[in-house]
């Protein structure tokens, strides 16, 4: 094991690098361009697991067990819950609301990454001191010793820090009642009171093909009524609205009656020519 | 292969994040990208470790994963409150500290 990540880097390594390190950059390339939030959670999920490889590649074999087990085990199941929460939906409008404000940042960005890369371009290194000897007791026996002694005071502050944290997203996320919630009763009462929709609501679907709970029924003209649909799914946005079906399918079938008629006069012409040169 | 690999990469790799944190809207993807960058400090960080035949580069490494990981949960957590008032996830609409 002392060998592994030792001085010297294998003709092993170096292919590992440039493909998975093309990996890596095309990850991070989807994570900032794909439109929706969940693509671009599982891109960087990618680009996660593709570090830890590197991790271990590099003899840090506790961190790259730790990067699989807590970046794209919890942190990223994390982002994917909140992306549920949110809405799966919910596209980043392409509007731009400062104007060239993509352009200047692009430009930013170029700027930024010549500027670090022009300066690790003036690093003279050849060659890696390699971690045989730090890690010749074993790299989580190393950390540990490291982590309770020099570094405990550090390490107990992050206790501190994650205690924190968990209280203070409780506190942001946690929702007091402030009113009490109305019973059945009460609702009823308010529901008299108002005098706009006294009886139950009209069942959902009165096509004679459909009667699923997320197609409106039809009012007497011929329109079709919201109210019939269940709160949830008209909030989601989720009718489904099939007044159009019989005449598209008409349609359709006209379409492919059309197109079948077309093709046998485009054969016709070329058999008659066959004909006449016979 | 040059040990300055990782730097570029790392190096590349951060200069994607942040580009994303300019270019992104969507909240969440703006947090994403801010983690991208973290793990590209984390990538030089090991790399140096190695450079220098030393664990302490690890070690920092291992900070900035439990400071990553408390990050995420409050600024998840900030992220869910301005949706429930405000019904949208984008940083333009949060102007005000008030919710």
Redesign the interface.
Known sequence: MTHIAAYATSTGEAFQFWVLGTVAVIGALCTVFMKKAVHSALCLAGTMIVLAVFYLANGAYFLGIVQIVVYTGAIMMLFLFVVMLVGVTAADSLKETIRGQRWLALLCGLGFGILLIAGIGNASLTEFNGLGEANAGGNVEGLAALIFTKYVFAFELTGALLITAAVGAMVLTHRERTERAKTQRELAEQRVREGRQVPPLPAPGVYARHNAVDIAGLLPDGTPSELTVNKTLRERGQIRDVSQDAINDLRALEQRAADRLERRGAVRPAERAEEASK | ?????????A??????????V?????A??V???V??ML?AC??AL??F????????G??I???T??????????G??????L??TRH???V?DAGLMKL
């Open positions: 292969m040059n040990p300055v690999n990782y730097l570029y990469l190096a590349l790799l951060f200069t994607i994040g942040a580009t994303g300019l270019i992104r809207r969507n969440i993807v947090f994403m990208c983690e991208l793990n984390n990538l090991v790399a470790s190695r450079l220098h035949g030393n664990l302490d690890q070690i490494a291992f900070f994963m439990v400071v990553a990981a408390a990050e995420v949960v409050v998840l957590a900030i992220i869910v409150s949706f429930r949208s996830a984008s333009d």
